[in-house]
């Protein structure tokens, strides 16, 4: 057989055992007692959440393309979707119940037809390399901000967690796509939340057009509650840097960590136990 096809059909093979194999352990875990459902909680946050996102996406492509190069990378992919089919038809045939009843992917079938539906997921797979640049540089990056300049250091694993396996009801194709979106929102969500400090320590000034400062005050709200007028000036600017950050405080200017009286959150004046400032 030619040595090629031979590699693409062990990675293809291996890839989609491993990965049939993997899923089903983390199915298993939870319903082992006390025991599981704490391991399965410690795997369902950052840094062992990583871990797994990583083996179900990119961890099989660098494996299959550094042991057979392009053909160890493309049955890597090609055993990652067929895993993928595999596990989302048992996981619907074990809860078959559910599978009959109310369905998100019944819906968008109805909505817009299942092979647009289908064909739409797939091309959202295209962003799954960009979100992974995102996370490692939070994982890797971020840490040097707080201690250059004192910002903010979060504890990612408030954002970066799945639970939409909880949800009753959620079987198949829709708890995987559901998990992935859960797993992506966290991830730009706390992009978005480092990016406030970023943008609003080093140029709080709105820009000129109008529409964006609309657009973009959703991400970054200092946009309409803070940054100076794009017809200010350098005094404007300087003066707004000093009310806002000549205390010490690196919070955007909107955090909720400032907006506080006496040591006890505005929103919650009855408690004194809400951390003000993010925690490492």
Not at 12 to 19: L, N, Y
Not at 34 to 58: K, N
Not at 238 to 251: F, H, L, S, T, W
């Amino acid at each position: 057989m030619n040595p090629t096809l031979l590699h693409l059909l062990h990675a293809f093979w291996i890839t989609t055992a491993s990965m049939v194999a993997l899923a089903g352990v983390l199915s298993i875990i939870p319903r082992l007692g006390t025991a599981g459902w704490r391991v399965s909680a410690a795997f369902c946050r950052e840094p062992l959440l990583d871990v797994v996102v990583a083996c179900f996406t990119w961890l099989p492509w660098v494996i299959g393309a550094s042991l057979a190069g392009w053909a160890g990378f493309a049955g890597a992919l090609a055993g990652q979707f067929v895993a993928l089919w595999a596990w989302c038809l048992g996981h619907e045939m074990v809860f078959h119940e559910a599978a009959r009843g109310p369905r998100i992917v019944k819906f968008h079938a109805k909505a817009v037809g299942r092979l647009r539906n289908h064909a739409a997921l797939w091309v959202t797979l295209v962003a799954l390399p960009i979100f992974w640049a995102i996370r490692i540089t939070q994982m890797t990056l971020w840490w040097t901000l707080p201690v250059l300049l004192d910002f903010p250091a979060y504890r990612q694993s408030d954002w970066i967690n799945v639970s939409r396996q909880k949800f009753d009801g959620l079987v198949g194709h829709d708890l995987v796509w559901c998990l992935y979106c859960d797993w992506m929102t966290g991830v730009y969500s706390l992009g978005a939340e480092m990016l406030r400090n970023v943008e609003s320590f080093w140029c709080p000034i709105r820009f000129y057009e109008g529409k964006k400062c609309a657009n973009c005050a959703v991400d970054f709200p200092d946009i309409e509650k803070g940054w100076v007028p794009a017809g200010a000036t350098m005094s404007d600017v300087v003066a707004k840097m000093e009310e806002m950050y000549g205390d010490g405080r690196r919070e955007w200017f909107g955090h909720p960590a400032r907006l506080t009286v006496k040591g006890k959150p505005i929103d919650d004046p009855s408690s004194a136990a809400k951390v003000l400032t993010p925690t490492a």
